[in-house]
């Protein structure tokens, strides 16, 4: 904005001077020498007075200030009403961004829920039906087998029903720990450990050797997934598998603890321990052992004095 | 002669039953039953011994005891199941259950508990008697 201005001066020496202010901008005089122009930018909406006023040095007195009101009447983008709908605006479209990316969060959670859920249903369906058929079967065939064999006089013919008759139990066993690792009600140290107790309990059932199972008092309440289940019972079985093959030992102790994150199991024997003629048995399972532990990220020690003692150390964290 | 009915719905442990009963001169079959609704007969017919699956289709043989013992019956139960879960032996015990053995069992332990039923005995296989055990004394 220029606001041109003159004072009717009509004396020759042009000595005029000139101060003027903006009412509303300016808090105090300006004072602008001869020059006749008062020049404002960027003067926001609003009602001003421009006053001005010129200084003669050969003239004494007050001089006559001169005013014009000025409105400066807002752009439509200065409105309040355009202010409002503008805020109004970006607030909304923050909102239903905001909104939008925790809905496609919450559809993608609920998908991989579902997913999730849609799997464990199908394994429990899967274990469910496996043991009540297939179980069933199996055992049925075995019971078949074993009648056969004692009507069997052939003693070769006897040996070979003999032979069906160990394969269909060995399946048997082997597909009850399938079914167990597949069933999700089973995803839990405590149950890991009822089972480990129970399958030693049965494995050592008809043998010379007594088994004595130490639990902790409370097992904590701790998630593990089926394939971690599956990797750590096995291990153990192999141990308590060597021990009644080849230990020649009369007591075992399984002892179980739990110490923070850290699953600790170790069986012991007061048998023979290792001898250099069992080697080749025990180094086939020591790596079958190891190579569990290896993927679970946990180890295993052996000890061979008297007798001997297998330490497994499990991490119970999930390390995936 | 110990007459038996048989409720077991896979046809191979049916008949494996079937020829361990057979096979042996104190037992005859009775009847043979693939689910509890059709066994609900046993009430009828009134064998003196019942060898009962706990997955059945339909109602569960837990289910099926319960609801015979609730009537005037000679007949006594014997549970052959896969199951071994403390709850299932508990539950099955407390329906009126004489007995409880695994179907991993032998042919001569199955006859064995056949016959300890009929003595008036409660036969169990080792494990499951294990666990009766160890329930009783997590109660106290």
Sequence with gaps: MIINYASLDFSSNHRTEYAYMLEGYNKEWMSNGPVTTATYTNLDPGKYVFKVKAINPEFIGNPQITSLPIRIIPAWYQTLLFKILFITAISALLFSLIRWYYLARLRKQRLEYEKLLAVQTERQRISAEIHDDIGAGLSGVRLLTELTKQKAENPELKSEIEKIYSSVSDLSGKMKEVIWSLNTDNDNLENLLYYIRRQGEQLFENSPIELAVQLPEQIPDVNLKGDLRRHIYLAVKEALHNTLKHSSANHCTMSINVAGELLDISVSDNGKGIRSTDHHNFSNGLRNMQKRMKQIGGNVRIENMNGTQVDFTIPLKETS | ?140
Excluded: W
Aim: charged content about 25%; proline content about 5%; aromatic content about 6%.
């Design chain 2, 1 to 140: 002669m110990t007459t038996i009915s048989i409720v077991e719905d896979s046809p191979v442990f049916q008949d494996a039953l079937v020829k361990i009963i057979e096979e042996s001169d104190e037992f005859a079959i009775a009847d043979i039953y693939s689910s509890a609704e059709e066994a609900m007969e046993i009430s009828v017919h009134k064998p003196d011994l019942a060898i009962v699956d706990i997955a059945l289709p339909g109602m569960n043989g837990i289910e099926l005891i319960r609801k015979l013992k609730a009537r005037p019956l000679p007949t006594l139960f014997l549970i052959c199941s896969l199951h071994d879960d403390d709850d299932k032996i508990v539950t099955a015990l407390e329906s009126g259950a004489s007995g409880y053995i695994l179907k991993d069992s032998t042919a001569a332990q199955i006859k064995e508990a056949l016959l300890e039923v009929v003595r008036g005995g409660a036969p169990m296989s080792p494990y499951v008697a294990k666990r009766v055990i160890s329930f009783f004394k997590s109660q106290n």
